[in-house]
């Protein structure tokens, strides 16, 4: 970060997720006032990570845990639709015992492995807007994950689909509903939009403007996991040091991309600027 800003070039940084349509249609929710005034946010995602540890080589390896290779994506959702946070509190767990490889075929079928990352990662979040936030990151669970993200209001609930994918429903209840209803979406890049990022970068570039998955809300996001993580080790409150300005949201309006497929038009300059 201090060379870009030494140098004044752009640098961005995964994950850029949040610029898909799931995200985009809760953030609008938000801001348009839908669930009132924010009050709280819950973030949860499971895996196995005696599974994934044997497919995945680098999650059994310290900074590879679930908070970190996974728990970023959910981290920069909340960010983006909620802004910067003050202070985080956390608990951090290591599993007792190796691991083993146990797929056949597998190099190392038979060894055992050192699990140096942690297994758990559980937080508090004191955002800078007065809501109060909680992470859990759990690998010593199943898989398919089940991811859960819920954004809770003083007139209703969001609930939110997977953070690691763009698109996915995005649904609401209302205060004395007992029903959730899923909110239509007028943004685009429902699909597997890997690179989002790069290309609003560009233009962005082009229009001289901050890029929305700028490495300022990069920073703060990884300073909210490992303060998570220097929370657990010292028993106390870790204080953010870093902060970033939220970037305004996408344009809605377009056609999403499962219509551009049948090569109707897409002002695609117009949504990303």
């Known amino acids: ?68 290779d996974v728990g970023i994506y959910y981290v920069t959702a909340l960010l983006s639709i909620l802004g910067p946070v003050e202070k985080v509190n956390g608990f951090l767990k290591y599993s007792e015992t190796d691991g083993r490889f146990e797929l ?19 937080g508090t979040l004191k955002f800078k807007n007065g809501a109060v936030g909680s992470l859990q990151f759990n690998s010593e669970s199943i898989f398919p994950e089940q991811p859960v993200v819920m954004i809770s209001g003083t007139e209703g609930v969001l609930y939110l689909s997977d953070p690691n994918c763009f698109g996915g429903k995005v649904y609401y209840r209302a205060k004395g509903n007992s029903e959730k209803i899923e909110l239509p979406s007028t943004f685009g890049y429902s699909g597997n939009s890997r690179g989002l990022g790069v290309a609003e970068m560009a233009w962005s570039m082009l229009d001289g403007r901050t890029n929305r998955a700028n490495k300022e809300m990069a920073y703060h996001a990884l300073e909210v996991l490992h303060g998570i993580a220097i929370s657990s080790k010292t028993d106390e409150t870790y204080r953010l040091q870093s902060t970033f300005e939220k970037m305004p949201m996408l344009k809605s309006g377009f056609m999403p991309d499962y219509l551009a497929a049948d090569h109707l038009p897409v002002d695609e300059e117009a949504a990303l600027t």
């Open 104 to 122: 056949p075929g597998d190099p190392g079928f038979g060894e055992s492995y050192q699990i140096e990352s942690e297994t758990i990662l559980a």
């Open 1 to 68: 970060m201090e060379l870009a800003n030494e140098k004044h070039l752009y640098l961005g940084a995964a994950p850029d997720t949040f610029l898909g349509s799931a995200v985009q249609t809760a953030r609008q929710a938000v801001e348009r006032g839908l669930i009132g005034k924010v009050t709280s946010c819950f973030a949860q995602d499971n895996r196995d990570y005696r599974m994934m540890g044997q497919i995945v080589k680098f999650i059994p390896k310290e900074g590879g845990g679930m908070g970190f």
